[in-house]
């Protein structure tokens, strides 16, 4: 087993396509932490976990996996690599126990006690067709196929999505068990904030093709606020200083990503913490710096 | 490793096509059954009185020695190139899986291959026993050479293969996948009406139409006339035909993953395909 630090390292990548760039990203997931990868829906997350994971090339920049080139050693990264997307990629003809056996063909660490026991677990029937489960079996049944063959990096393309409360909740707490090993690390893409500011150690925010906000989740939101004030006070608020304003019949509220300086500068106005969502929601209208809902 | 994940990826693939490849050999069957039931029942049924002493009998029983041959050895071609595996694997997004796991593009293609190998031996089996037993029943001799004409059936059938494979290779989304055997039955079409244009037209062959019986004969007879090209050259083909087509299904599976589809696939006239899961985010 390699010796490394970042399960993940992404440096100045570029992909692109007709009407979509992921413009010269970077990031890094640290070994034995979770990162929640955010954005909205074309943002370009399920591009840079394709990238990753050479399902598609990239056209400049460097990716390791696990302290490994993930081109020259992709055999070896992917006998020890786990992924679930947010759609099961099995056929509807297959069982749980086929699954199982197809697995086991492929996977040199494939341990059938673990895949049983999560099944059992998920109380998922051994024999019943996958045709027949339901959203959340479906996705139980890509987690158990993931984590039954002792993968030390987990990617997780909108897992989450579309999940009821209590399976999400349910699967979450799995994520959680599986990073009490200090060798497992998880990249959690997902648009559900609620979910990674449950779990995540650090969060990584993509909005069209560009990384805006990358960092341990404490800080980002230790840093960012949320400035409420009246449209008379907001006009007297420094452009610079924030990163855009939701403007209603009653006054402003501004993002911050500096909460300590706005708090000296604008001493009288109303400084607010904020949560994940509202950062990538102010985020996403950047470009404009203001807007309405 | 190798082999185990070689022998998974062959169940896994039989275990989807079984089903398909088995109902259409099934369906083949019922077919050369009935052209066997009125062979038999112009020998010794309700039809002998009128068929049992006639030219018409010998001509049919030619028929049912190389055209059942060449309908089976049709079929099993046709569902060797069978696209349901890759379209289903296309849509139930195991082809993007399959990117994540500890398999090469190389290792997939054997696969798939050996399956298609099962598939043709299978194939050739009912096609040498259904050649035995006309030949038996018919009172025409079976010979070696029959059975390399079959082979030859066959040798071209893999090239028809290899010509889809060719196309799967290049294409991209499932609309292509699904499309490519439309393009491999119209280069070969265009090619068989552009020969026949030659020998009718610039060749100005226009002799009147031989009885079946003729025209099996001067087939087989050509078949024996040309064997000295023909035999070599149907052993090219069944070793090439599959390697090239191997090395195009790897080479589909390395280059698939760069799809980019539109989320919204746009409106257009189709021949009432199934539209799949064509979209994809980015």
Partial sequence: ??????????????????????????????????????????AGKTTTIRSL????????????????DHIKHEREIKERLAVVFDELP??????????????RGLYAKWDDKVYEGYLERFQLPQEKKIGQFSKGMKMKLQIACALSHDAELLVMDEATTGLDPVVRSEILDIFLEYLQDENHSILMSSHITSDLEKIADSVTFIDRGKILVTGYKDEVLENHGILKCTKADYRDIDPEDIISARITDFGAEAMVSDRAAAARKYEGLLLEPTTLEEIMVYYVHRNTKEWSS | MTLNKIKIL???????????????????????????????????????????ESELLAEFSGLLYYMSAAMVAGITA???????????DVRANWMRYSFVLPVSPAQ??????????????????????????????????????????????????????????????????????????????????GLIMIYTCYKMIIQGN?????SLDVMINSLREKFITHENIIIPLTVIVLIAAPLTGWYFTALHYRTHGDVKEDSQPKKRFSFGLKKGKDGETV
Avoid at chain 2, 78 to 88: N, R
Avoid at chain 2, 123 to 152: C, L, Q, Y
């Fill in chain 1, 90 to 103: 099995f056929h509807d003809i297959f069982n749980a126990k086929e699954m199982g056996k197809i697995f």
């Fill in chain 2, 10 to 52: 062959v169940w896994r693939e039989w275990r989807i096509c079984r089903k398909t490849y088995l109902s259409s050999m099934f369906s083949g069957a019922v077919l050369v059954s009935f052209f066997w039931l009125i062979r038999l029942s112009m020998s010794y049924g309700n039809l002998a009185p009128v068929f049992a």
């Fill in chain 1, 53 to 68: 994971l050479n399902i598609i090339p990239i056209n400049a920049g460097e990716i390791t996996l696990l302290g490994m």
């Fill in chain 1, 1 to 42: 087993m390699n010796d490394y630090t970042n399960a993940i390292e992404i440096k100045n990548v570029t992909k692109k396509y007709d009407g979509f760039t992921l413009d010269n990203i970077s990031f890094d997931v640290p070994r034995g932490s979770i990162m929640g990868f955010i954005g909205q829906n074309g």
């Fill in chain 2, 206 to 210: 226009n002799n009147e139409v031989d």
């Fill in chain 2, 108 to 189: 997939r293609s054997v696969s798939i291959y050996i399956v298609r190998f099962i598939k043709y031996a299978i194939g050739f089996a009912i096609t040498a026993v259904n050649g035995i037993v006309s030949a038996k029943a018919n009172g025409i001799p079976f010979t070696g050479d029959m059975m390399w004409f079959f082979a030859a059936v066959y040798a071209a059938t893999m090239l028809y293969n290899l010509l889809l494979q060719w196309f799967y290779s290049q294409a991209r989304t499932v609309r292509q996948i699904s499309a490519a055997q439309g393009k491999t039955m119209g280069v070969l079409t």
């Fill in chain 2, 78 to 88: 046709g569902m060797s190139a069978d696209p349901s595996a890759l379209l289903a």
